[in-house]
């Protein structure tokens, strides 16, 4: 059988786009609803706060205000905060993070730092002002129980209808997976640390 000739191939594929195109035309047509959504970004891959703050970016773009909370990082000095300290009147950045939980050894002082962050974190939420919050490894604090699953549901919960909020760190509870808008796992399938090299600015951190 010989090989259909270009035209012939450029004809199918064009026909082809064009159902394509009618089929997604008829399927976001019946997408109407508007409104603040809840989303967690989890897994033992690499990427989680990484998609949170593009999608800050993505927000500064349309001129909207950010809010940002970080549980653990501590005063570990990063890429994204020293770039969203740039723009001061629309980002809310807050450090809360005592840092991770092996360099501390301290739960009762880790517990004091969750609870100060996701008082923060309730205050954010409440702005009028804030587009989008994301509330940076969360998760890990959740994980150690330094904070109530259930009295954080709520409060994601209960949060101003117009409000998105993302949820980043790996082994996200199953109470906030269930009134999650969307849950985006990232899985590990490679990473250069298992073959020795360090986290590297720009890339990690």
């Given amino acids: 059988m010989s ?12 026909q082809a786009m064009k159902a394509l195109k009618a ?4 399927l976001m047509s019946t997408k ?27 927000a500064l773009g349309w001129g909207q205000k950010v809010g940002v909370v970080q ?27 005592e840092g991770f939980t092996w360099d501390t ?16 974190s309730l205050d954010m939420i409440a702005d009028p002002t804030l587009s989008l919050v994301i509330l940076d490894e969360l998760n890990i604090a959740l994980r150690y129980d330094y904070l109530d699953i259930h009295k954080v549901v709520e409060g994601l919960v209960r949060r101003p209808p117009d ?20 849950v985006t796992e990232m899985r590990l399938e490679k990473h250069p640390f298992e073959a020795g090299v360090k986290a590297q600015r720009g890339i990690d951190f």
């Fill in 3 to 14: 090989k259909p000739d270009e035209a012939e191939t450029n004809q199918r594929h064009a």
């Fill in 23 to 26: 089929e997604r035309e008829a």
């Fill in 32 to 58: 109407t609803e508007e409104r603040g959504l809840l989303l967690v970004h989890t897994g033992d891959g690499k990427g989680k706060s990484t998609a949170a703050f593009g999608m800050a970016a993505r």
């Fill in 71 to 97: 549980y653990i990082k501590g005063k570990w000095v990063t890429g994204e905060r020293q770039f969203f300290s740039r723009f001061p009147d629309q980002v809310r950045y807050e450090v809360m993070g």
């Fill in 105 to 120: 050894q301290d739960r009762a002082r880790d517990v004091a730092a969750a609870e100060a962050a996701w008082a923060r």
């Fill in 163 to 182: 409000k998105h909020v993302c949820v980043t760190g790996r082994n996200a509870k199953p109470e906030l997976l269930a009134v999650a808008d969307l």
